[in-house]
């Protein structure tokens, strides 16, 4: 049984004691990056997250009791208060109920145990090999074969066994590796799910499937869109024959927690968990935005660096999100899911209503 193989495994030595940043990444010598230790935090400022955390848990209700209800009350303020970032303890709780993820859990009971000890997979050594590789600088994952590690790989295990058709893809590991840092290996385990099927928002699937046809559209979208919002710097991308697919493929395809800071990388969720997929177009603007005068002077070889390489004032969430929301992209999105769908000859299927705000 592949829960017993497992165990068979000792885990490596404990990695010798570094100092940690407040979410348990190694810190980098020399790094001042606001997601390191807070330093001389005021006592206003403790007091100010003290009442919003007051806030958060008055809305979720205990264990997420009153959420829905506060949701349907009041969408505005939730949407206001996920957009300014979910204060970190609550986080994990959170993205179940915005996900649909805690429903699913609570529908299926038993059955990720079962596909953890009963099932086999066949992409058992894909997962291993790539284990490693999942945030390497966390403390959780560090440990060779210790729990974070065993995590991961169960979930992804469970996932390949759930749904063979996409069975497991490496930039699936960062993802369900950012979930078990807010929840258990259930819970991650039925978010994954949530995302790949789209309990709340569109399915995710298509950027893990062969060819990975959602990641193609995806990238024909934004192209636009750039074109669309900064012709200049279009044009320019233009000339020294840049695509988005040197550059933007990872931020869909593991929503900015591939190689993003992980401060940046969490407020980015929270807002993708509600609203969904467009805020991973609207800042990939606003960062192309925020960079344009550098980048429309530079040549093809610096230009891809500078766009796998944002500089720390573009990576910051206070400056960097309120510029993204300024985009409006959910109509243009739809159009250009249509034109790109002519354009590979696909069967065009009209557009589903849905009840989430389009901005």
């Not at 001389?40 to 209700?61: N, Q």
């Not at 500078?306 to 969430?317: G, Q, V, W």
């Amino acid at each position: 049984m592949e829960k017993q193989r497992t165990d068979d495994h000792e885990p490596g030595p404990l990695p010798s004691p570094k100092k940690l940043d407040r979410f348990g990444f190694v810190k980098q010598e020399l790094n001042n990056s606001p997601e390191g230790f807070t330093k001389g935090r005021s006592a206003c400022e403790f007091g100010r997250e003290e009442r919003r955390i007051r806030k958060w848990r008055k809305m979720i209700g205990v264990g997420g009791s009153d959420w829905k209800h506060y949701v349907r009350r009041k969408s505005h303020v939730v949407k206001r208060r996920i957009r300014k970032g979910i204060p970190d303890c609550l986080r994990g709780l959170v993205w179940q109920l915005i996900s649909g993820s805690r429903d699913l859990l609570l529908m299926n009971p038993g059955v990720y145990e079962q596909l953890v000890i009963y099932e086999t997979s066949a992409s058992e050594l894909d997962i291993i090999r790539d284990i490693s590789r999942t945030f390497p600088s966390h403390v959780f994952f560090q440990q060779r074969h210790g729990p974070g590690q065993r995590s991961l790989y169960n979930v992804l295990k469970a996932y390949s066994v759930f749904d063979r058709e996409v069975g497991y893809v490496q930039g699936m590991g960062f993802i369900a590796g950012l979930l078990l840092l807010y929840m258990s290996e259930e819970d991650a385990f039925w978010l994954l799910v949530a995302l790949l099927k789209g309990a709340v928002h569109a399915p995710m699937e298509g950027l893990y499937q062969a060819g990975l046809p959602l990641v193609q559209q995806y990238l024909f979208q934004f192209d636009q869109l750039v074109k669309e919002h900064m012709p200049k710097l279009g044009e320019h991308f233009t000339r020294e024959m840049i695509n988005p697919s040197m550059y933007a493929s990872q931020w869909f395809i593991t929503v900015f927690s591939y190689s993003f800071p992980f401060h940046l990388a969490l407020r980015i969720w929270d807002v993708f968990l509600y609203e969904g997929v467009k805020i991973v177009f609207k800042v990939g603007l606003a960062l192309l935005k925020y960079c344009h005068d550098d980048l429309v002077k530079l040549p093809f070889e610096k230009l891809i660096h500078a766009l796998r390489n944002f500089p720390e004032d573009a990576l910051d969430p206070d400056t960097l999100l309120p510029m993204a929301y300024t985009f409006k992209v959910s109509k243009r999105l739809e159009e250009l899911k249509l034109e790109y769908d002519k354009k590979i000859g696909k069967i065009v299927q009209p557009p589903e209503s849905g009840g989430n705000q389009k901005q």
